[in-house]
């Protein structure tokens, strides 16, 4: 049985004017490409996609290409013209990926499917966007439920954690150092790195509606000190980091995307 993730550290932050949401492209799969794990599904909406890339069983030759086909279905989105919202989005990609790999699942034989993933959740999908004048982000998860003596299935949930509709942060992903640093009391993290300012603004209720510029520095402020201290938290070195791309979701007029070569 083998399978392919990537580590990631993914932010979404409803701030004043628009939607920010960053994404590392770090970790490439055994071809040594980059993943992309964003597309943009819409004039106004955009899908980032966190978690295990593929599944395979040699025995049966039965696959399941979740990154693939979370980029299949972002390219049917934008060719379509309905005017689709990002609740209904989210569930178009959680039906497709949840149903490819219940198929996957149901050809391979029970005693050979092997979990290397704590916990129920393999993959990850959110879209951000804006319905009318509301921002959201919607995010699913898709799991495998089950074991080896009755049955593995798979089944999408909707992750209210993630899920959020008002000014705020969210982070996915490789997040151990990003929890650490909101708390602010981690023994394994220098003084110097928890009074940042941006931090000291996240952890501030009135900055909860951020504009761009501190939604940006505080996604970028993250990822160097995930980079920088990941190993203290268990996140492999190398796991996290460039390129980054950088999506801005305006609450009028079109995206904007910049892609960093480095941080510095």
Not at 46 to 75: I, W
Not at 82 to 92: K, M, N, Y
Not at 223 to 246: C, M, N, W, Y
Request: with cysteine; aromatic share 8%.
């Amino acid at each position: 049985m083998a399978l392919a993730s990537i580590a990631t550290l993914i932010a979404f932050v409803i701030a004043s004017g628009g939607i920010f949401v960053g994404a590392d492209t770090a970790v490439s799969n055994e071809t040594g490409r980059l993943l992309t794990k964003y597309c943009q599904t819409g004039p106004r909406t955009v899908a980032t996609f966190q978690g295990e890339v593929y599944f395979e069983h040699l025995g049966s030759g039965s696959t399941a290409p979740l990154y693939d086909l979370f980029h299949e279905t972002c390219a049917e989105l934008q060719k379509s013209n309905r005017s689709r919202s990002v609740v209904s989005q989210a569930e178009e990609f959680a039906e497709k990926l949840t149903g490819s790999l219940a198929a996957h699942l149901a050809r391979v034989p029970r005693a050979e499917f092997i979990r290397r993933i704590p916990g129920r959740v393999v993959t990850r999908i959110s879209v951000a966007g804006y319905e009318y004048s509301i921002a959201a982000v919607d995010v699913r998860g898709i799991a495998i439920l089950g074991n080896a003596i009755d049955g593995w299935r798979a089944q999408s949930l909707k992750l209210s954690r993630l899920t959020f509709a008002q000014c705020g942060v969210r982070f996915q992903g490789e997040d151990a150092v990003v929890e650490a640093l909101k708390a602010g009391t981690d023994r394994r993290l220098p003084p110097e790195d928890q009074n940042r300012p941006e931090l000291s603004h996240w952890r501030n209720q009135e900055w909860q509606c951020a504009d761009q510029a501190t939604a940006r520095a505080l996604f970028l402020t993250a990822l160097r000190l995930t980079i920088s201290h990941g190993p203290a938290f268990k996140i492999q070195e190398g796991a996290v980091g460039p390129p980054i791309d950088l999506i801005w979701i305006p609450e009028k007029g079109e995206v904007q995307v910049a892609r960093l070569p480095s941080l510095q």
